[in-house]
T-cell receptor, first 115, second 112 residues
Framework: GQQLNQSPQSMFIQEGEDVSMNCTSSSIFNTWLWYKQDPGEGPVLLIALYKAGELTSNGRLTAQFGITRKDSFLNISASIPSDVGIYFCAGSATITQGGSEKLVFGKGTKLTVNP | DAMVIQNPRYQVTQFGKPVTLSCSQTLNHNVMYWYQQKSSQAPKLLFHYYDKDFNNEADTPDNFQSRRPNTSFCFLDIRSPGLGDAAMYLC???????????FGNGTRLTVT
């Protein structure tokens, strides 16, 4: 089946630093999504990417859909303590009945920000 | 305001005692999903409904069942919970087309 390789598995950074994480796959995906999950909460959508080469920003977050459609990265600039959490990439190439998404998740990147 | 609501947030059940988790949505989305997430792991899709059509994942145990009585509500039934079923259970919804999934806050299930 389709798999996503997400790296790094964990990151420890100082407040103010920039962060970069990425996902790669041997399969082509039509959609890339980035979610953040806080402890005890559900994943919250950060950025959605729908076109190869697309670069999208959401505040201090920037994500890109790789041109080969097999990878995506997420950058966080000027990190702050509330950026702490687990970041998941998710890709979809399987279209269910009606065209809805069936997602494959990466294993997550755990981010720790030291004040 | 929460758009995908899961109740309860925390559920404790005994080994082998049936348990039902609930999910409701105000988004009027066609598709509802149930994911299982174990500690430090990615969410794993159990099954989903497109309207009333049920789609089971091939590796979802028979112990897990689901019901969707109407557009707004979806239930996860675990018929005989084992210790290995302790996890966070996440409900999500999506509309037609390439809309992303919207997750609820999950129900954390403990099996004693």
């Amino acid at each position: 089946g389709q798999q996503l390789n997400q790296s790094p598995q964990s990151m420890f950074i100082q407040e103010g630093e920039d962060v970069s994480m990425n996902c790669t796959s041997s399969s082509i995906f039509n959609t890339w999504l980035w979610y953040k999950q806080d402890p005890g909460e559900g994943p919250v959508l950060l950025i959605a990417l729908y076109k190869a080469g697309e670069l999208t920003s959401n505040g201090r977050l920037t994500a890109q859909f790789g041109i080969t459609r097999k990878d995506s990265f997420l950058n966080i600039s000027a990190s702050i303590p509330s950026d702490v959490g687990i970041y998941f990439c998710a890709g979809s190439a399987t279209i269910t009945q009606g065209g809805s998404e069936k997602l494959v998740f990466g294993k997550g990147t755990k981010l720790t920000v030291n004040p | 305001d929460a758009m995908v609501i899961q109740n309860p947030r925390y559920q404790v059940t005994q080994f082998g005692k049936p348990v039902t988790l609930s999910c409701s949505q105000t988004l009027n989305h066609n598709v509802m999903y149930w994911y299982q997430q174990k500690s430090s792991q990615a969410p794993k899709l159990l099954f989903h409904y497109y309207d009333k059509d049920f789609n089971n994942e091939a590796d979802t145990p028979d112990n897990f069942q689901s019901r969707r009585p109407n557009t707004s509500f979806c239930f996860l039934d675990i018929r005989s919970p084992g210790l290995g079923d302790a996890a966070m259970y996440l409900c999500a919804t999506s509309g037609q087309g390439t809309s992303p999934l919207h997750f609820g806050n999950g129900t954390r299930l403990t099996v004693t």
